[in-house]
């Protein structure tokens, strides 16, 4: 079975400091992995993935995360938060079929 | 529509009444699934169809929760007779087809609220 583990609950940063939440899973296949966004009251959307090839990927906003297959690990990166960037952040792994969620991060930025 | 649409947006029920809750897939989009979360927490994998088969239904917490598509298209998750603890957002989503380096697209969820 798959699972996904998010080190941090909540995560409060000011403006302009850089980001990074982190990320594990276990698995013992194939992955795609996923990192979702979720603003207040909106629903959940793709920030970026990893199918294959170049580990670090890019996605929306400027945010980036880099696969380590040794590590297990799809870290979460931002060189420089904005208040907008306050959200609810989740770590999602895929296998053949189904996505296996962590249990997320709350980020709040402070202007 | 563009994206996966999802009714009711929000729903409350009395303690032991039947709800049932809709997800209209991208079109054409073979793979449809259901998750719940509940507060605070990630969403939790209830089941999932490809086509109109439910390939599986291992998530579903308990009897009193039945999901279909018939015709590979529109899915109902039906809840029978309520609790409490089936208060939750209930979030659907498809994809173009099973397998791997395929993404998934969610709808906004329906949130259900059982007094």
Redesign the interface.
């Known amino acids: 079975a798959q699972s ?1 583990s998010q080190h941090n609950h909540h995560v409060i940063l000011s403006e302009a400091a850089s980001l990074e939440l982190g990320c594990n899973y276990s698995y013992g296949g ?3 992995l ?1 990192w ?1 966004v979720q603003y207040p009251g ?5 920030l970026l ?1 990893y ?2 090839g170049d580990p670090l990927v890019k996605g929306i906003k400027g945010f980036e995360a880099e696969f380590i297959k040794s590590k297990f690990s799809f870290n979460l990166r931002k060189p420089s938060v904005q208040w907008s960037d306050t959200a609810e952040y ?1 770590c999602a792994v ?11 991060t709350m980020l709040l930025v402070s202007p | 529509g563009a994206g996966v649409s999802q009714s009711p947006r929000y729903k409350v029920a009395k303690r032991g009444q039947d709800v049932a809750l809709r997800c209209d897939p991208i079109s054409g989009h073979v ?1 449809l ?1 259901w ?1 719940q979360q509940a507060l ?6 209830l089941t ?1 169809f490809q086509n109109e088969a439910q ?2 239904k291992s998530g579903l917490p308990s009897d009193r929760f039945f999901a279909e598509r018939p015709e590979g298209s529109v899915s109902t998750l039906k809840i029978q007779r309520t609790q409490q603890e089936d208060s939750a957002v209930y ?1 659907c ?1 498809s994809s173009t087809r ?12 329906t949130r259900l609220t059982v007094v």
């Not at chain 1, 909106?42 to 793709?46: A, M, T, Y």
Request: glycine share 16%.
């Open positions: 996904v194939t992955v795609n996923f979702y909106q629903h959940l959307q793709l993935k199918f294959s989740f895929k296998g053949y079929s189904t996505l296996t969620f962590g249990k997320g | 793979s699934f998750y605070g927490q990630g969403p939790e994998f999932y390939l599986d979030l989503a099973t397998g791997l380096n395929t993404e998934a697209f969610f709808g906004q969820g």
